[in-house]
C-alpha cells in the first residue's frame, strides 16, 4: 500500500521569505511522486512530479522539489513567496506514474502568505 | 481548448433525486478517474477507467455508477442523492508512464439540499 503524509494542515510565511512545505510518502515500490497547487473554486494544477531521472525536479512558479529516498520525502520549496502563492497544496503518490492505479493524496497544506 | 472539461460546474440538488457529471478528455489518454473532494479538501479516488474497463471501484456507494462510452468520455450518474454526496467531483486522465503525469479537470462542486 502506498500513502502520504503532509506535516502541516498550515503553514504561514511572510512575502518574500523561504517557502517549505513537507512531505513524507510509503510505498513498497520506487513511486512517482507529484506535487499539484489548488487555488480557491479551481481544479488542481501539477506543479512538478519526480519520475525516477533527477532528483531535484524544477517546476512551475519557482517552484522546486528534492527526492530524498533515504528519508522518503519529498518536500516542495520556493525562495521567495509571493502573494500569489497563496493556495492549498497536494503532494500524491502513484505506483505507475500514469496508469490506472491513480494517485494517492495526502491532506493538503494551505499556505498562507503574510504582507 | 481545455484538456480535461467537466459539466456541469455547480449542480444544487434535492435529496433523493439523480444527477449526471459528464467529463471529456481531448489529450488523446488512455486513463480516465472521478475523485471526489471532500469539505475538509481531502482528494479520494473513486473509480479508474482504462479504454473503456473499469479498473478500480472504491468502496463507494453503488448509488454512484461510472459509465465510459469511448476512452475519451467517462460520465458519472448518481442516485438518490444524499446529503454527504455534497463535494466537489474531479475528472482526471493520464496517458502512460510517468512523463504523462495526470491532468484534472475543474470540477464539479455539488450541493445537495
Known amino acids: 500500500a502506498q500513502s502520504v503524509t503532509q506535516l502541516g494542515s498550515h503553514v504561514s510565511v511572510s512575502e518574500g521569505a523561504l517557502v517549505l512545505l513537507r512531505c513524507n510518502y510509503s510505498s513498497s515500490v520506487p513511486p512517482y511522486l507529484f506535487w499539484y497547487v489548488q487555488y480557491p473554486n479551481q481544479g488542481l494544477q501539477l506543479l512538478l512530479k519526480y519520475t525516477s531521472a533527477a532528483t531535484l525536479v524544477k517546476g512551475i512558479n519557482g517552484f522546486e522539489a528534492e527526492f530524498k529516498k533515504s528519508e522518503t520525502s519529498f518536500h516542495l520549496t520556493k525562495p521567495s513567496a509571493h502573494m500569489s502563492d497563496a493556495a492549498e497544496y497536494f503532494c500524491a503518490v502513484s505506483f505507475s506514474g500514469g496508469g490506472a492505479d491513480g494517485l494517492t493524496f495526502g491532506k493538503g497544506t494551505h499556505l498562507i502568505i503574510q504582507p | 481548448d481545455t484538456a480535461v472539461s467537466q459539466t456541469p460546474k455547480y449542480l444544487v440538488t434535492q435529496m433523493g433525486n439523480d444527477k449526471s457529471i459528464k467529463c471529456e478528455q481531448n489529450?488523446?489518454?488512455?486513463?480516465m478517474y472521478w475523485y471526489k473532494q471532500d469539505s475538509k479538501k481531502f482528494l479520494k479516488i473513486m473509480f479508474s477507467y482504462n479504454n473503456k474497463e473499469l479498473i478500480i471501484n472504491e468502496t463507494v456507494p453503488n448509488r454512484f455508477s461510472p459509465k465510459s462510452p469511448d476512452k475519451a468520455h467517462l460520465n458519472l450518474h448518481i442516485n438518490s442523492l444524499e446529503l454527504g454526496d455534497s463535494a466537489v467531483y474531479f475528472c482526471?486522465?493520464?496517458?502512460?508512464?510517468?512523463?504523462?503525469?495526470?491532468?484534472f479537470g475543474s470540477g464539479t462542486r455539488l450541493t445537495v439540499v
Open positions: 489529450l488523446g489518454h488512455d486513463t
Open positions: 482526471a486522465s493520464s496517458g502512460t508512464g510517468g512523463y504523462y503525469g495526470y491532468t
